[in-house]
């Protein structure tokens, strides 16, 4: 099967904050996920250069546009990097040839099939949502809903059109066929409502005249066979998608990836996946999309994220005290993916310290050093289950696997790391109930001592698979301690009870997550 999966491409006009990550890290676990389950999987990112504030934010902070999108690209690559968050493909609009070409040929066939024409537009344009307003949707008739500082600009030009109102049915009959077009699924209902008000046509061009222009050209991307205008930056920022799948130079590679089977967004921009795009591609004679996951937005200490309330954390320095797979853990743990969720570095903080350092670093650590101590390293082979709590560890750690699975298959991060973390409580609460270390000092008790230390050992080698997607670093390393290879695609196919390769040997224990002196952590 496979799997093409991608994040909205931010706007660069300022550096990528905490909030930008949350998407982006739940994009590239459902793909680590989907790569282990053996699909042959694709992941796209990139960054959307071509609205007009990206040159305005280059002037801002005294840059050539192009010496600024070329730093900010570099920004949010560096960020991506460091969460571990790794994209096949990381498109940037303005500079990357294949995208105006992509674009272009959308353009031309929704035109060639009588979806474009030409029109006046009368609005208010806020030029840091790139969205055209009715004063109604204005507050207090002045400001940009979603950019409470901003008075958008009435304007009245010339454009090119798309018929969007033409699509209605035809979109309100992809969410009947499939009920999980939208998930989470109430903001289909949403979409539903937006739909049954009825649509108007939009806007998908802007006047050259309107547009920065850099290096003699206007910013953004040519009108086919029209010099002057460009196209309106949504047009072209939702083409990235399947610019990515090879649209249009490579229409094999097309084929074989379009469509996308998920694209992963923020709330504040379903109308543009779950309304624009799919009529966008209809009217090229495209498929749409299979899904759009949509998840709610992350508030930091209880404040809207933003750069006027100055409270912006850098996702680098996060990494640098805590280490990505924390940051992912805890964001993912803590930040339900339906609805919009707080960012409180003390509640970070404690879950490293209990979850992380506590409940699944000490297991790994108690297995790998009593299997050391008490079986030279030898991991003793899983044997049937004899005692209630062999069975009951088994049963969980079967729910362990179901539910992580259901959960990653859902959006449901939370949900699926509650179930893996179930395996991790009852394993160590089976340590402590068998006490292998009392075991090993009966000499009658030597069977039993290897049942144990078997059962945990597969315990955490199905945790190092579940946890994978989520934790990546910290999962290879603890399939080395446990002398495991490194995981596979396909390996979560073959997560049974029972599968830990005989004769296997542990490694040293290391602590996967170092204890650190919260009274000296600037997260208190
Ligand atoms: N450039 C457009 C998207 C084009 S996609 C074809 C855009 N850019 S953005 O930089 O404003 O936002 C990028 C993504 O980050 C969006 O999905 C948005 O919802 C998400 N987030 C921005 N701030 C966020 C939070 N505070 N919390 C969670 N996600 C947030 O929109």
């Known amino acids: 099967m496979k799997y093409y999966v991608t994040t909205a491409i931010d706007y660069p006009n300022a550096a990528p904050h905490i909030g930008h990550s949350y998407e982006k890290i739940a994009a590239d676990t459902v793909a680590r996920y989907h790569r282990l389950r053996g699909d042959d999987t694709f992941f796209c990112m990139g960054v959307d250069e071509n609205s007009q504030h990206v040159p ?12 600024w999108v070329d730093r900010m690209a570099g920004a949010f690559q560096g960020t991506w990097t460091a969460l571990d968050v790794r994209p096949d493909r990381f498109i940037r609009t303005a500079i990357d040839p294949d995208h105006a070409r992509a674009s272009q040929e ?25 969205t055209f307003y009715e004063q109604g949707d204005l507050t207090d008739g002045k400001a940009c809903p979603n950019h409470p500082t901003i008075t958008p600009e009435y304007l009245e030009e010339e454009n090119y059109f798309f018929a969007l109102s033409r699509y209605t049915d035809r979109l ?30 939009f806007s998908v061009s802007r006047p050259v005249k309107s547009a920065r222009v850099v ?8 009108v086919p066979g029209d010099p002057d205008h460009v196209l309106y930056v949504w047009f072209d920022a939702l083409t990235n998608y399947a610019t990515a799948a090879g649209l249009p ?31 966008m591609l209809m009217a090229a004679g495209l498929e749409v999309p299979r899904q759009v996951a949509v998840h709610g937005f992350m508030t930091l200490e209880g404040q809207r994220i933003s750069k006027t309330t100055g409270n912006i954390i850098d996702p680098v320095e996060l990494v640098e005290e805590w ?34 350092a506590n409940d699944l670093g000490n297991l790994l650590n108690r297995a790998v050093s009593m ?154």
């Not at 290879?476 to 695609?489: K, N, S, V």
Request: glycine share 8%; aromatic share 10%.
């Open 371 to 524: 299997i050391g101590r008490y079986r030279d390293g030898i991991v003793p082979t899983v044997t049937a289950p004899e005692a209630p709590t062999d069975i009951d560890l088994r049963a969980v750690a079967e729910a362990a696997v179901s539910g992580t699975t259901e959960g990653l298959e859902t959006w449901d991060f939370d949900g699926a790391l509650d179930a893996a973390w179930s395996l991790v409580r009852r394993a160590n609460q089976y340590v402590d109930e068998n006490q292998p270390w009392k075991l090993a000092r009966d000499p009658e008790a030597a069977d039993r001592l290897s049942v144990v230390l078997g059962a945990v050992a597969e315990a955490l080698r199905l945790l190092s698979t579940l946890l994978a997607p989520v934790m990546p670093t910290a999962c290879a390393r603890m399939r080395d301690q446990l002398g495991l290879e490194a995981a596979t695609p396909g390996d979560w196919l073959t997560l049974s009870w029972g599968g830990f390769p005989v004769g296997t040997r542990v490694g040293t224990p290391v602590p996967l997550f170092p204890r650190k002196d919260l009274a000296d952590s600037p997260a208190r």
């Open 56 to 67: 305005r934010a280059a002037d801002a902070n005294g840059a050539g546009v192009i010496e």
């Open 249 to 279: 130079d490579d229409p094999g590679r097309f084929a074989h990836w379009w469509p996308a089977n998920a694209h992963v967004v923020g709330k504040d921009i379903t109308r543009f996946h779950c309304v624009y795009w799919p009529a």
């Open 172 to 201: 309100l009959a992809i969410l009947d066929n499939n009920p999980d077009f939208i998930m989470p699924r109430v903001w289909g209902a949403e979409i539903r409502a937006l739909l049954q008000r009825g649509l108007r046509d």
């Open 106 to 130: 959308l353009f031309r066939r929704a035109q060639a099939g009588g979806d474009i024409y030409k029109g006046t537009y009368t609005g208010y344009y806020c030029p840091n949502c790139n």
């Open 215 to 222: 290096d003699g050209k206007p910013w953004g991307i040519p």
């Open 323 to 356: 280490g990505a797979d924390a940051v992912r853990y805890y964001v993912l743990r803590d930040v339900a993916f339906d609805r919009d969720g707080d960012f409180v570095r003390a509640n970070l903080a404690q879950r490293y310290v209990s979850d992380l």
